[in-house]
């Protein structure tokens, strides 16, 4: 199921006429009159549910002799919603691209001629901050605690504040003075 064809589906599940009348198709094949019969409802007023709710793709039509029939689609709400959320998304390289330049930005506003400015308040832009500086850690190397504020009083003069960060972040490990980045 497509992404549009998802928000689709959902936008006529939001009705409680147009749920009604699926619950109804659950159940058996119906027409419009008895549609209507059974659901206290006009038969104009079920026939545009039912043409909002075909072009959702959730029911079908057939003719049976005078009547048009119609059925529901079970095959649509086999669907789990974790499918529908895990589908590839139009917007994905969109969304990547602006998550992109939104840490650029981050990492302009911070850091001038390779240093550190300022440790940003804010968690999000430090966590990127912290990120650009643990790049320079090898990952399979074991740093003692001497050489990691060394790499670090490189960005900014509170290396100690900087190092707790990127062990509270899960950027790097610490067992008795060892450091190690996180993959």
């Known amino acids: ?21 699926l619950k109804s198709l659950a159940i058996e094949d119906m027409y419009v009159e ?18 909002k709710l075909q072009e959702a ?20 709400f086999e669907v789990r919603l974790m499918d529908i959320l895990q589908e590839k998304s139009a917007e994905a390289e969109m969304q990547q691209e602006r998550d992109r330049q939104y840490r650029q930005k981050v990492i302009d506003t911070f850091f001038e001629y390779g240093k550190l400015k300022a440790i940003p308040a804010q968690r999000k832009k430090r966590r990127i901050v912290l990120e650009e500086i643990v790049k320079d850690f090898e990952m399979s190397r074991r740093y003692d605690e001497k050489e990691v504020n060394l790499i670090i009083a490189a960005y900014h003069d509170d290396f100690c504040t900087l190092r707790r960060e990127m062990i509270m972040e899960g950027l790097m490990q610490r067992d008795h003075q060892i450091y190690w980045r996180m993959e």
Do not use: W
């Open 1 to 21: 199921m497509t992404e549009n064809e998802a928000i689709a589906l959902l936008k006529c599940l939001a009705d409680k006429s147009r749920l009604q009348i």
């Open 57 to 76: 793709g959730a029911v079908s039509s057939y003719k049976n002799q005078y009547y048009t029939m119609y059925s529901l689609k079970k095959e649509v």
């Open 34 to 51: 008895r549609l209507a019969e059974r659901l206290n409802l006009t038969a104009p007023t079920i026939s545009f549910h039912l043409k």
